[in-house]
């Protein structure tokens, strides 16, 4: 079974991630951080691509310590496990995902990934190996839902969301809309990759709830899983 997936993203008022450059952009506020925060916390794992990681090289630990001890209280790590999709293995050894803060991490490669690197990576991290030339995404979460990881929060980046928009493995979609305007036709968006081809594959949103929040407005969508693929 797989886990149940949310995904959530800041974006500009155009629909922009980052900059064209990568450089991450603080476009929410305490408030929306805070949010964030709780979903991290009530999340078995928290996944980002290794674009993420390489442009914002954070730990996604937990920030509230109330937070943290509420989990230790439940039995639980203080920080949900890291996963981090990877295909090649470049995942830097330094990388603070793997060094800062409690918990397990996860790093999924392909085959194609440089055999030196994850050899070096599994002395960091529990190294799977899911996919002949990309992470087999669909097999990942199969193979962590029989870990009994019920809960995966994502994080980003564009490539990766939408690689799971493709493959139907998105079950919500948080998107805090900030007050300002990025722009560039190569700045990365909430869904990247190479997009669907036809109407009829477009991923169909359900409205849940929007509210204002620090200037923007958060909304909150669920999923309307395709028929042509197992939820």
């Known amino acids: 079974m797989h886990p149940f997936v949310l995904v959530n993203v800041a974006m500009s008022a155009d629909g922009k991630i980052s900059t064209h450059e990568r450089r991450q952009v603080r476009i929410s506020g305490t408030g929306d951080r805070a949010r964030v925060d709780r979903l991290k916390a009530e999340s078995d794992a928290i996944m980002v691509g290794i674009g993420t990681v390489l ?15 509420q989990r230790r209280d439940a039995g639980k790590e203080e920080n949900p496990i890291r996963i981090v999709v990877d295909s090649r293995g470049r ?20 085959k194609m990934a440089d055999p030196e690197r994850v050899h070096a990576l599994r002395n960091l991290a529990d190294v799977m190996i899911v996919g002949e030339t990309e992470v087999d995404l669909a097999l990942l979460f199969e193979l962590l839902g029989k870990r009994d990881i019920r809960r995966v929060m994502v994080e980003g980046g564009g490539q990766l969301i939408g690689a799971l928009f493709r493959e139907n493995l998105v079950d919500e979609l948080y998107t805090y809309v900030g007050n300002l305007v990025i ?25 849940v709830e929007i509210a204002p929040m620090d200037g923007g407005v958060l909304i909150h969508w669920k ?9």
């Open 55 to 69: 442009a914002d090289n954070s730990s996604l630990n937990i920030k509230s310590e109330e937070l943290r001890r």
């Open 91 to 110: 995942t830097p050894r330094d990388a603070d995902i793997l060094h800062k803060g409690k918990g397990e991490r996860i790093i999924a490669v392909s």
């Open 183 to 207: 722009g560039g036709e190569k700045s990365p968006t909430l869904s990247d990759g190479t997009g669907f081809l036809r109407e009829e594959e477009f991923t169909r949103l359900s409205l």
């Open 223 to 231: 999923v309307e899983k395709k028929d042509n693929q197992a939820c």
